[in-house]
């Protein structure tokens, strides 16, 4: 009775998965991130309803969809993927079909797998799984430090490194860029859809840990933590960075992009920061003058409104502290102006005009002031505009060079005509033709 229902079994199945399959896929939606493949069949058209769920017979159809990306899986080893969007056709399948192909080989092995299926009693031991993953950009991921997390400052300019704590929050979009990767070490064998939810913790978690060395890459490039907002690109490339052996390398997922909604540091630390470069601008000797006069303005109006001891009695006080300290601000104002660069001597300041042969310098007219001697001729040609050019235009104006002024000589052997202006054909030397190339 046994062999008689494994006999019925193997060839009825046989026989209901000789048809072809249509796989298809919904719309995956933002939190699913990989789907299984679903078998179209219409109770009221179809024939093929007895077929088995995870058998994918030879010439079926599959349909990919833009932002998908579909692999095949066979026996549990992935065997085909497609990430264009379209009509795939698995025409490598192992389970064969009379309906598909050589009529001849397909009959020969729907024999053999009809006794296959009879040593299994009539099951078919076969598992064939078609899976969607969703390769769009998952957005709407929040996060948060709900610690304080170091920060490096550096200020070259007031020479300012030192660590603080600070505390950001916003979000973050990644994106599964190696769908083999994600399915062979995460999501694996899955009979439901797998949603973000089940990974959301772990990647939020390993998230947090890696911002600290991202920061501290941020740092290292001068930005500071207040225009950190602006430099969200630079975070996430850091980010990919540190994360790259577990994200990408592991799982095949990379972020995308980082937001910043907010980025604030201790009252503590902001107010340590504002002393430093406050307390760094009084390197300058002249801003610390500035800042000593301003200071006695204040405590003269202060003595001057003093009821209690009278403004006679205020200055007075005024003045001994100021004899006390040693230091005014006359005295600052002329050690700034001592430390003021010098202005260059007169002998290192190039003088206009023209030198003459006996060395005088700064001639302006057409004979030198210390000799007599008449202005040199100028090696070149006088445009239009005024402008003395050795060029072949102009530069004040870009007007080209006139035709009575060009002056040839050969580029190869820098032979020169009797009459520049008019050379022969050819270079008597060296036999170069003459042409534009041989204008000086």
Not at 370 to 375: I, Q
Not at 391 to 412: H, N, V
């Amino acid at each position: 009775m046994g062999l008689i229902q494994a006999i019925k079994g193997a060839v009825g199945g046989a026989t209901a998965d000789q048809w072809r399959e249509y796989f298809y896929c919904d719309s995956l939606a933002a939190d699913t991130l990989v789907a299984k493949g679903k078998k179209r069949t219409s109770d009221k058209r179809s024939a093929n309803t007895k077929g088995e769920d995870n058998i994918i017979s030879n010439g079926s159809l599959i349909a990919v969809n833009e932002g998908q990306f579909m692999i095949i899986v066979d026996q549990g080893k992935i065997v085909e993927f497609c990430a264009e969007p379209g009509e795939f056709t698995y025409d490598t399948s192992s389970e064969p079909t009379l309906l598909y192909g050589n009529l001849g080989e397909n009959l020969v092995g729907t024999f053999k797998t009809v006794g296959k299926r009879f040593t299994f009693g009539g099951d078919t031991a076969k598992d064939q799984r078609v899976y969607y993953f969703n390769v769009k950009e998952i957005m709407g991921n929040k996060y948060g430090t709900a610690n304080p997390v170091p920060f490096r400052v550096v200020d070259n300019n007031i020479g300012l490194d030192i660590d603080i704590s600070i505390r950001c929050n916003g979000e973050y979009s990644y994106k599964i860029t190696n769908p083999l990767l994600f399915y062979t070490n995460v999501c694996g064998n899955i009979t439901d859809d797998y949603d973000r939810s089940r990974i959301d913790s772990q990647l939020k978690t390993e998230l947090m840990t890696a911002l600290q060395p991202a920061f501290a890459k941020i740092s290292a490039m001068g930005i500071r933590y207040s225009a950190v907002p602006a430099h969200t690109m630079e975070l996430a490339d850091a980010l990919n960075e540190v994360l790259s052996a577990k994200w990408s390398g592991l799982r095949g997922l990379e972020i995308i992009s980082f937001g910043v909604n907010a980025m604030k540091a201790s009252e503590e630390d902001e107010a340590m920061i504002k002393e430093l470069q406050r307390t760094a601008v009084m390197r300058n000797t002249n801003m610390a003058a500035a800042t000593l006069v301003g200071a006695q303005a204040d405590a003269m109006r202060s003595a001057a409104a003093n009821p209690t001891a009278g403004p006679m009695m205020a200055f007075a006080g005024m003045n001994m502290a100021q004899n006390a300290g040693g230091m005014n601000a006359g005295s600052l104002f002329a050690m700034g102006a001592a430390e003021a660069p010098s202005p260059p001597p007169a002998s290192a300041v190039p003088l206009e005009g023209w030198t003459c042969a006996c060395g005088s310098t700064g001639n302006t007219g057409k004979f030198c002031a210390e000799c007599g001697n008449p202005k040199p001729a100028c090696d070149g040609w006088t445009c239009a505009c005024g402008a003395t050019n050795k060029g072949k235009f102009c530069s004040e104006c870009g007007a080209k060079k006139p035709i009575g002024e060009l002056l040839y000589q050969c580029d190869k052997c820098k032979w020169e005509p009797e009459d520049p202006r008019n050379p022969p054909k050819f270079c008597p030397e060296c036999g170069d033709p003459f042409n534009e190339a041989d204008i000086k």
